[in-house]
């Protein structure tokens, strides 16, 4: 088979994970990332990037669930080899807690390692909290995950092009197939007005003692240890576009995290980073076509607005992208560009 010219527009972890699929599951293809940014200068490189997710309203559960599996055995195959210091994959235990109890069990529940309900002794602990949960997970740490998901991508035959992409009717020209993991930037490059910024601001906090994780069920509070430093956060500001630091969410992360856990004491920060999240209602993981001026067809796929929870579900939705490049090659062969 002639070889299949295939371009990733967007280099963060969904699209890094989306290319990597693609070069090392269809070998005819020559698959291609265009992006404008890469690694440390992607929205995903400041993610905590702990792995449990919520439920989106507009995704069978099924799948959903198909996702968040495929991504955590994924990583927690990484986790468990001879490469989880180079790619930035570690094991996490901790607890997530509430100050309501949740009505039912997660569904990611049974993916998770040893996940249970808190007993009324362990709760004593977080004074403010009512309910929590208990469970071992992984840590994927996409400052080292991106450069190594990079080698792993060109190892497969990938390139990598600086470049910023602004019309896909210009990339239908040159390529078979287009894969559109452009996380916010598909709000102007496809036009998609659900999607909005969600913006985050995290500290890294140098308290090596400090082990296990916490997290507050409301999504505002979590104490997340890594590698190097502790991810202290956060924020989660729907439509709030601003990259700057801001001092007043500095100090509420502090004094959150410190009433959270006051083994905190002592610590100090290390760093500061603010990002703005693809949000949107749920992901667009679909196909489209675009037709060429010259009347050929190629395939869009789009894997996009995973809101923060990217590194979560990112291999998972890749496998579905691949799924989708590979079902559009088979239906429709490329036609022969003039």
Known sequence: MQSVKVVVVGS????????????????????????ERFSPDTTSDGAAGILFASQFPDIPLERQCRWFKESFDHLLAIAQSS??????????????????????RPFWADYVLGFCILSEREMKRF???????????????????????????????????????????????????????????????????????????????????????????DGHTYIYPGVNSVTLGGTRQAGDWRLDVDTGDREGILERCFRMDPALHGGQVVGEWVGLRPGRESPRVEVERLKTAEGREVPLVHNYGHGGWGVTLAWGTALDALGLVRQSLQQHPPMARL
Request: aromatic share 8%; hydrophobic share 35%.
């Open 83 to 104: 490469e989880c210091g180079e790619a930035g994959v570690i094991l996490s235990s901790g607890c997530q807690v509430f100050k309501e109890g949740p009505a039912e």
């Open 127 to 217: 004074p403010d909290h009512k309910f929590g949960q208990a469970f071992t997970t992984v840590k994927c740490e996409c400052i080292t995950y991106l450069p190594w998901l990079e080698k792993r991508f060109r190892n497969a035959g990938g390139e990598l092009q600086h470049g910023k992409v602004s019309d896909l009717q210009h990339l239908a020209e040159t390529y078979d197939v287009i894969v559109n993991c452009s996380g916010l930037g598909a709000r102007s490059l496809v036009g998609d007005a659900k999607m909005y910024p969600i913006r985050g601001q995290i500290l890294k906090f140098h308290a090596p003692w400090v082990k296990n994780f916490i997290r507050d069920g």
């Open 12 to 35: 963060g972890v969904v699209g890094l994970s989306t290319a990597v699929c693609i070069a090392e599951n269809l070998p005819h293809c020559s698959v291609t990332v265009i992006s």
